[in-house]
């Protein structure tokens, strides 16, 4: 299709950017787009532009939220010694979807992926551990791993090192879901969430299980590795949730590697 | 498993084509570049979403056409016939239908139509490199097993993710710190270990097919093995106290092979970060074949190259079809060209026998195939295929219309070739 409109090509264009839209159905978007009432335009304009303006990130689990803290962190009701961690706000929304969790989260913001730039310290790994500890060290000191054979770039990563810097083009296009910028948690909000986690009753505010929601795949696994050594040293139980059949799904026809799997994984009932 | 029908749509030099295969032996003939290996072909992309010859996906597009399709009605593997199709188009990729509905992941019809290859490129199973020894039992266990298929394709992205991260600190001139290299580490051996200890047990069990298969087509004593090259020691994987018995040893235990990969990439730890990749595990396995205690693919000969290759691939067949329940679909291309009268007569019978299921072959002519069966009845069927006017055009043939003339002859002879062959 030839466009003579250089605004209509422009929206393509646009368009284009995002994940799954090939220039085909950006073509089809557009043309729809022109269609369409002024204010129904006008709406969906609005939206786009309130999701960068309005929406924050909650300085304690890191979820994008209209207020910090979120109302997750904010909710007495919800067990703070249990954390969930999630790769994505996203992952946060589905496991809400169950109704069945009742502590807090943890929003990693992607996950290890040395082939998309992403290293442990482009993630908000820290941040969780400075959760369980606020005494974790702090920015300037190495992870208290096995690693005491040093990690000296651990820091160079987040002062602009190569790696570091390709970290904020992968996470735009390899995770195009609501985190986008995974670096956002200035260092002032990070100690407002540990003030608001710490003003409660020191008994209270502790954390006693971390579950890892992280998904099953190789770069899942080696995340959830990472963080178990990492919380090795604390008090704190790490467990990671069972991979199992999709729910609905009948066995007849789950896709046999996976039954294989829950197979594998199997519990005690 | 019967391929009743196929139908391909732009498919390589198939414009559009429709067959409706026999149960036992299919013979496509016609002259070399008509488009028999195309339907092959085709019946592969069905089966393993690919083709059997190293071409890309791309290539298989018709020229000037935007997709291909391929379509088969298979009975014997559910109740009623499934209908299975396959559609690729270049900017989205493949999709695999199954009674119209689409899978969701291309790997589920894998295993779903068992089946195995017979080409002259088996020659470099027993002559090449190891990879091609590595592909044989990855593409075995692919569809005998789900679950192998998934660990080698993850333990394929691990080795990836830990070789970058051995590239990056290469390229600074310093040696990755334990804390980001340890866990792809531990992520390679966990898979890693998996894939070694199914390739052991396969191995293990095979080796039995092996001979089977090698006496079916060779009655010299001479007894075939197959010697697993792995992280450590074959009997270091198993479980501690088990003990090695001679024809089939016990199954390797998940701990010790991880143990021995582990070991092996502490030993490599130097060279892989001078050299900024994994220097260890599976995709540096190889098998040792040998003809009692000749090495074949060093000392062996043509013909025992050619015997080998062709048990392996036998083995194949029947291994597959214990796993499987169901007889794998048997393609032969041009897998008699090179082969003696006498271990083509031994294979034309074996194919014609109730052992084996169906087969598709090609051929450039028709001859030595209608010699040893027969034609005439509903359980085979002879297919002429010839390039016209740039497309493939495949005809029934039979005993009465056998043409080993060029298409051209035909078409320079007769104005209106229907009345030459008739569709039966
Ligand atoms: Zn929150």
Redesign the pocket.
Known sequence: MQFTSESVEALVEQFTKLPTIGRKTAQRLANYILKMDEEAVEKIAEALLAVKRKVQR??????V?DR???????DSKRDPSTICVVEESSDLLAIERTGEYRG??HVLGGVISPLDGVGPDDLRIRELARRIDPDFASDGDPPPLDAVDADPDGEGLSGGSPSGASATTAGAAGDPGADASPKDASPEERSN?ADASSSEDADEGRVNEVILAVNPNVEGDTTAYYISQLLEPFDVSVTRIARGLPIGGDLEYADEATLSRALEGRGDV | MILRSLRLRSFRAHAETGLEFAPKVNLLYGPNGAGKTNVLEAVHYLCLTKSFTASTDRYAVREGAPYFEVEGTVAGVREAPVDVRIVYVPSEGKKVFVNGAPLDRLAEIVGMLPVVVFSPEDYDLTAGGPSERRRFVNNILSQARPVYMDDLLKYRRARKQRNEVLRQYKGRRESPPSSVLKPWTEEIVAIGSRVIQQRHDFLNTFSDYLTDAYRRIEAVAEKPSIEYDTVADVEDLRAAGATTEAESGPPASREAVAAAFRDALDRKRGSEERRGTTLAGPQRDELVFRLDDLEVRRYGSQGQHRTFGMALKLAQFFYLRDRADTDPLLLLDDAFGKLDRRRTDVFLQLLASDDVGQSLITATQHRSFAEALDFETSAHRAFRVDRVEQKARVRPADGGTWDDRAATDIEAGTPDDRDVVPDS
């Open positions: 909650c300085s304690t689990c890191h979820v939220a910090d803290p979120c109302p997750i962190c904010s807090r989260y969430g």
